[in-house]
């Protein structure tokens, strides 16, 4: 396996662009979980998925963004308008667990630096 | 879930033993403990998680005190791929882990 697979791995953009990025998670893994990591706030959870459904996306920081996951093997995290203040990396990881199992291994992609001017 | 608390830095001798703590003294009784780590640049990677019991691997062994209180993470022989920030997290059956600060460790040759 491939393993995650993230894209664009870098983007650089102006604020105010629609900035979109996309992930594909390991296959047969059933949760999917977008992360964000700035020097002055270390690794955030931002939203996750359990069988397509977003469980918990308290961790978005604002209406400007926003995730969806159409099918089990493909997943965006979109930000419209895009801001100065968003340039981080960020991490798309996949896990085989249920909600409910103790196993929460999670797969971390290569993540996607985000640069915006 | 359970807040940890580990040192913001250590280092080590290339060839010797790792050894980094984490202090979780809130866990409850249905919450693991699992230890990642993050190479610079890279995304976090799972090494080991435990309950209560001991837990060995290829990578590394996770000793948890009886008290469940805290845990060691041991990398028996550390070498210089080993530097990276390690991260411990207590999380119970949901997947919603959180990330703290970590430790910042150090291989020296």
């Known amino acids: 396996d491939a393993g995650v697979i993230q894209s664009p791995r870098h983007e650089v953009t102006e604020m105010g662009q629609e900035v979109t990025l996309r992930c594909k998670p390991i296959s047969g893994h059933n949760s999917l979980f977008w992360y964000r990591q700035t020097m002055m706030r270390g690794l955030e959870l931002l939203i996750y998925?359990?069988?397509?459904?977003?469980?918990?996306d308290s961790g978005m920081p604002e209406d400007r963004f926003s995730a969806k996951m159409p099918n089990a093997s493909f997943s965006t995290l979109k930000i419209q308008p895009s801001e100065p203040r968003d340039s981080a990396v960020y991490f798309c990881a996949s896990s085989g667990g249920d909600a409910g199992l103790s196993y929460n291994e999670q797969f971390f992609g290569p993540g996607t630096r985000l640069t915006v001017l | 879930d359970a807040k940890t608390t580990q040192p913001p830095s250590m280092d080590c001798a290339e060839g010797r033993a790792a050894n980094l703590p984490c202090n979780h003294s809130?866990?409850?009784?249905?919450?693991?403990v699992y230890w990642y780590r993050q190479i610079h640049s890279q995304g976090p990677q799972y090494i080991i998680h435990?309950?209560?019991n001991n837990e060995t691997n290829e990578m590394a062994s996770l000793i948890i005190t009886e008290d469940r209180k805290s845990s060691t993470l041991i990398l028996p022989h550390a070498t210089l791929r080993d530097t990276a920030v390690y991260y411990c997290i207590v999380i119970n059956n949901n997947n919603d882990m959180r990330f703290g600060a970590g430790t910042r460790l150090t291989v020296k040759p």
């Open positions: 809130t866990i409850s009784g249905n919450e693991y």
């Open positions: 435990g309950l209560k």
């Open positions: 998925f359990n069988n397509n459904v977003p469980i918990d």
